[in-house]
């Protein structure tokens, strides 16, 4: 089963299909991305940090219906200007992965 998710950034309008439940390579992959942000942000070097992520959510993304983005985003033709839009993207996307990877085993006793 596939989660959707609708951007709340105003310049990429539209959805995202996420993969739900992430399979262990999808995990590893954004894991690895993450450690790799860490090391990056020490140097503070932001595009780099976005960057780095990417591997990460391109790994965990079935769909892309954003507006004004390749029909297959990819580590070559993804957007890094204008920054502060693609910053929100990025952040955003990596927020719902993030909760989707930490996410509860918990279910309600009936």
């Not at 991305?33 to 990460?56: D, H, K, N, T």
Request: hydrophobic residues 40%; aromatic residues 10%; proline residues 9%.
């Amino acid at each position: 089963m596939s989660k959707i998710i609708t951007s709340p950034v105003k310049r990429y309008p539209g959805t995202v299909t996420l993969a739900d439940p992430l399979t262990f390579p999808q995990a590893f992959a954004f894991e690895d991305a993450l450690a790799s942000v860490q090391e990056i942000q020490e140097a503070g070097r932001w595009a780099r940090m976005r960057y780095a992520i990417l591997p990460g959510i391109l790994a965990c993304v079935e769909a892309w219906h954003l507006e004004k983005l390749p029909e297959q985003p990819a580590l070559d033709n993804f957007p890094s200007t204008p920054r502060q839009s693609v910053s929100e993207l990025i952040d955003w996307l990596t927020r719902e992965i993030t909760t989707l990877y930490q996410e509860s085993d918990d279910v309600p006793l009936a």
